[in-house]
Structures are given as structure tokens and as C-alpha cells.
């Protein structure tokens, strides 16, 4: 690789509530935690795959027969005007 042309990566850990990773980022933070003698950037996180309803199977199933039936009733007449 080129010297200078590629960003800086640092280890990271990423703290998504109870679940807690290791990896390497660009991103730093001002919270820092030693891990096995090495000094951790701490990044939080709102969501990620643990907690994504994608992800755990916790999606929400949406009426969109009840929201096309809504439609119809308020903008279905329109046209017979």
C-alpha cells in the first residue's frame, strides 16, 4: 500500500447497549478503554444488527390493506366529479 494515501485505522469498540465488539474504524471518540493491553476507542451506537428489528425478526407488520381501503374512501370519489 502507498504511504499517506490510505486513512488511519484504529481499534474501536462498539457498544450497542448490552452487546459490546471489537473492530477497527476511522471513527475515534474521547472515551477510550484498555482490552487485552490495548487502548480502545469506545464508539456508541444507537442501533446496529442486535437491536435493528431487520435483524432480530421484531419487525412491525403494517395494515396496508386497511391504509388502501383509508385512501379510497377519502380520494377514491375524486374522479366521478
Not at 485505522?9 to 490495548?38: A, C, Y
Not at 442501533?47 to 377514491?76: C, L, N, Q, W
Amino acid at each position: 500500500m502507498k504511504e499517506g494515501l490510505h486513512p488511519v485505522n484504529h481499534p474501536v469498540l462498539f457498544v450497542d447497549g448490552e452487546h459490546e465488539w471489537q473492530g477497527i474504524s476511522t471513527m475515534k471518540s474521547g472515551e477510550t478503554r484498555t482490552i487485552d493491553g490495548l487502548e480502545h476507542y469506545v464508539v456508541r451506537l444507537e442501533i446496529s444488527a442486535f437491536s435493528h428489528p431487520f435483524y432480530t425478526g421484531t419487525k412491525k407488520i403494517v395494515d396496508t390493506a386497511g391504509r388502501v381501503e383509508k385512501f379510497m374512501r377519502r380520494y377514491g370519489n375524486q374522479g366521478k366529479k
